[in-house]
């Protein structure tokens, strides 16, 4: 991260913690600022993102995430949408949608997209002792 650049863009972070003690063995979060492509403009617009367990939502602001991204039954991939350098797509099978969401380096992208996978795997199997393959 450069650091002329502002703290609040690059703002992202993954807490993941076990506990054998209750029914959601693995509890997985990631929070950060990235940009989403708009399904109707097709236009880009930076929004906040939230990742817990198996929830991905993402609002204008850290206090508005009410919009949901379904992550069960989705597939994430890299992409090259709009010349994007470190783009990836949610194609959920769920709603018969792609989301499109970019980071700002190689770096968050890859630790967005494998939380994601994470998520997904813990959903499914209560843990994340499953191989998690990022297409």
Same mark, same amino acid.
């Given at each position: ?11 992202? $972070?993954l807490?993941?913690t076990?506990?054998?003690n209750d029914? @959601?063995v !693995?509890?997985?979060?990631m =929070?950060?600022w990235l940009?989403?492509r708009?399904?109707?403009?097709k236009k880009?617009?930076k929004q906040w993102?939230l ?12 206090e508005?995430t $009410?919009?949901?991204?379904?992550l069960?039954?989705s597939e994430? @991939?890299? !992409?090259?949408i709009d010349k =994007?350098?470190y783009?990836?797509r949610?194609k959920s099978?769920d709603?018969?949608?792609?989301f ?12 967005w997209m494998?939380a994601i996978c994470?998520?997904?795997a813990?959903g ?12």
């Amino acid at each position: 991260m450069a650091s002329s650049e502002s703290s609040d863009s690059r703002t992202n $972070s993954l807490n993941t913690t076990s506990s054998h003690n209750d029914d @959601s063995v !693995t509890h997985i979060e990631m =929070k950060g600022w990235l940009m989403k492509r708009s399904k109707m403009s097709k236009k880009w617009k930076k929004q906040w993102f939230l990742l817990k367990n198996t929830e991905l939502a993402y609002g204008d602001t850290p206090e508005q995430t $009410s919009k949901r991204i379904p992550l069960t039954n989705s597939e994430i @991939s890299e !992409t090259n949408i709009d010349k =994007k350098n470190y783009a990836f797509r949610i194609k959920s099978k769920d709603i018969k949608r792609t989301f499109y969401i970019h980071a700002d380096n190689e770096n968050i992208q890859n630790e967005w997209m494998q939380a994601i996978c994470f998520a997904k795997a813990a959903g499914r199997h209560g843990d994340m002792s499953q191989a998690c393959v990022v297409q």
